[in-house]
């Protein structure tokens, strides 16, 4: 009774330890949120009805790269079509700031055909090589027809082309020779100074006699440059006469005694002038050419003539480059379109050939109108004669023609009535 009176006492029960109740049980756990850029974990497999072990998880997919800054991603892969159809080209990659873009793939041609060449890019250089000179000449539509056609009904043949020409020794040797330029060899040199005593002593005074002379020519030829060939001829006249009194043979000696002598362009100078004044004379010799009767004799003459300037011009020709790169080392610029004033000028001569022809066989056969009677036993050799001519003279225009690389209108009209008054001759033998 005393126990049960102690414990309802409110004061000793303050003193006395009570034990604190259980605690709650805990939440359950909630659902993590992926962060971001990560992978979403897989769910909790269920367990099987029979027991049976679950099969593994799948592996997880790789993790997108992020891309560099400055790159481009790669386009995505191409979706398949339904109708198993080849997709469509990715579309193009547009460049970057400050690049430059691909030039697009050629498109294929259906003939098989290989593509156009590209356009050429903006700025590039344009042609800077010499310009073509202009001249009245052009080539024939009809001229190698004609000539074949004719040639094969007056010589039995169907040979196309020109006929082969032969070379003249001249054009084998070419228009600069082969000069030495006064130069003799140290052995040579020797053996005149043995010879003769007084050499050395002439050109002792010929370089005290000339040095004010020479000294002037000197400066003159070092500053001198043209593009006129009158200029040039004038010049070298003046050279000329400064040199003249000096003795050939030691001409070479004395210019050597004075230190700086331009004496390789003193050269060039006389090549130039000499090249010139020989192809001048040829222009000069064409154009004051009589084209009178006998006609046969006249092609006779010019044929020869016409023979020796073909291979001395063609050899001309052929190292025209390389002379003129030597004279414009030495400031000289050579008129080369004096080549195409010989050509214009021998198809002139041609030309008034065939007008005498012509006009020939126009009287001839008035004059057999007048006298005879067609068909007379003395008729066809006179034509005979003629007709051989015509073709002679329509076969030296046609190598005129080829010579010149082409014909005037004066020329073309003249050739085809020459053509047509043969094939008449022809039908009425």
Same mark, same amino acid.
């Given at each position: 009774?005393?126990?049960?009176?102690?414990?309802?006492?409110?004061?000793?029960?303050?003193?006395?330890?009570?034990?604190?109740?259980?605690?709650?049980?805990?939440?359950?756990?909630?659902?993590?949120?992926?962060?971001?850029?990560?992978?979403?974990?897989?769910? /909790?497999?269920?367990? +099987?009805?029979?027991?049976?072990?679950?099969?593994?998880?799948?592996? /997880?997919?790789?993790?997108?790269?992020?891309?560099?800054?400055?790159?481009?991603?790669?386009?995505?892969?191409?979706?398949?079509?339904?109708?198993?159809?080849?997709?469509?080209?990715?579309?193009?990659?547009?460049?970057?700031?400050?690049?430059?873009?691909?030039?697009?793939?050629?498109?294929?041609?259906?003939?098989?055909?290989?593509?156009?060449?590209?356009?050429?890019?903006?700025?590039?250089?344009?042609?800077?090589? /010499?310009?073509?000179?202009?001249?009245?000449?052009?080539?024939?539509?009809?001229?190698?027809?004609?000539?074949?056609?004719?040639?094969?009904?007056?010589?039995? &043949?169907?040979?196309?082309?020109?006929?082969? =020409?032969?070379?003249?020794?001249?054009?084998?040797?070419?228009?600069?020779?082969?000069?030495?330029?006064?130069?003799?060899?140290?052995?040579?040199?020797?053996?005149?100074?043995?010879?003769?005593?007084?050499?050395?002593?002439?050109?002792?005074?010929?370089?005290?006699?000339?040095?004010?002379?020479?000294?002037?020519?000197?400066?003159?030829?070092?500053?001198?440059?043209?593009?006129?060939? &009158?200029?040039?001829?004038?010049?070298?006249?003046?050279?000329?006469?400064?040199?003249?009194?000096?003795?050939?043979?030691?001409?070479?000696?004395?210019?050597?005694?004075?230190?700086?002598?331009? &004496?390789?362009?003193?050269?060039?100078?006389?090549?130039?002038?000499?090249?010139?004044?020989?192809?001048?004379?040829?222009?000069?010799?064409?154009?004051?050419?009589?084209?009178?009767?006998?006609?046969?004799?006249?092609?006779?003459?010019?044929?020869?003539?016409?023979?020796?300037?073909?291979? =001395?011009? =063609?050899?001309? =020709?052929?190292?025209?480059?390389?002379?003129?790169?030597?004279?414009?080392?030495?400031?000289?610029?050579?008129?080369?379109?004096?080549?195409?004033?010989?050509?214009?000028?021998?198809?002139?001569?041609?030309?008034?050939?065939?007008?005498?022809?012509?006009?020939?066989?126009?009287?001839?056969?008035?004059?057999?109108?007048?006298?005879?009677?067609?068909?007379?036993?003395?008729?066809?050799?006179?034509?005979?004669?003629?007709?051989?001519?015509?073709?002679?003279?329509?076969?030296?225009?046609?190598?005129?023609?080829?010579?010149?690389?082409?014909?005037?209108?004066?020329?073309?009209? +003249?050739?085809?009535?020459?053509?047509?008054?043969?094939?008449?001759?022809?039908?009425?033998?």
């Amino acid at each position: 009774m005393a126990a049960s009176s102690l414990a309802s006492s409110p004061i000793l029960a303050s003193n006395i330890a009570v034990p604190p109740p259980p605690p709650p049980p805990p939440p359950p756990p909630l659902p993590m949120m992926p962060s971001k850029g990560s992978v979403p974990a897989p769910p /909790p497999t269920k367990p +099987l009805k029979n027991g049976a072990a679950p099969p593994p998880p799948p592996p /997880p997919p790789p993790l997108p790269m992020m891309p560099l800054k400055g790159s481009v991603p790669p386009p995505p892969p191409p979706k398949p079509l339904k109708n198993g159809a080849a997709p469509p080209p990715p579309l193009p990659m547009m460049p970057l700031k400050g690049s430059v873009p691909a030039p697009p793939p050629p498109v294929p041609l259906k003939n098989g055909a290989a593509p156009p060449l590209p356009p050429p890019l903006f700025g590039a250089a344009k042609n800077l090589g /010499p310009k073509r000179p202009t001249t009245r000449l052009k080539r024939s539509a009809q001229m190698g027809n004609l000539y074949r056609v004719l040639k094969k009904k007056m010589e039995g &043949t169907n040979q196309e082309g020109p006929i082969p =020409e032969g070379r003249s020794s001249q054009a084998r040797r070419g228009l600069t020779g082969n000069s030495n330029g006064g130069k003799q060899g140290m052995a040579d040199t020797i053996a005149e100074i043995t010879k003769k005593s007084s050499y050395f002593q002439q050109i002792e005074k010929d370089v005290k006699k000339h040095a004010k002379s020479i000294m002037e020519v000197k400066g003159a030829i070092t500053n001198f440059q043209t593009k006129d060939m &009158t200029e040039l001829l004038k010049f070298h006249k003046y050279v000329e006469s400064h040199l003249e009194d000096l003795i050939d043979e030691g001409q070479v000696q004395v210019l050597a005694r004075f230190e700086g002598f331009p &004496t390789k362009k003193l050269e060039t100078l006389r090549t130039a002038a000499a090249l010139y004044l020989k192809l001048d004379a040829i222009v000069t010799n064409l154009k004051i050419w009589k084209v009178v009767a006998p006609l046969s004799q006249l092609l006779d003459r010019i044929e020869h003539y016409f023979n020796k300037i073909k291979g =001395e011009v =063609e050899a001309f =020709e052929r190292t025209k480059d390389e002379e003129a790169k030597k004279f414009q080392t030495h400031s000289i610029n050579f008129d080369f379109n004096i080549i195409i004033r010989i050509k214009e000028s021998m198809v002139d001569v041609s030309s008034s050939c065939m007008e005498l022809a012509l006009q020939q066989e126009r009287r001839e056969m008035k004059a057999v109108e007048n006298k005879k009677t067609p068909g007379s036993k003395t008729e066809r050799p006179t034509k005979d004669c003629t007709t051989k001519l015509l073709w002679k003279t329509f076969h030296f225009a046609f190598r005129v023609y080829t010579f010149a690389g082409g014909q005037d209108d004066r020329a073309e009209q +003249l050739t085809r009535e020459l053509a047509l008054q043969i094939e008449s001759n022809l039908q009425h033998q």
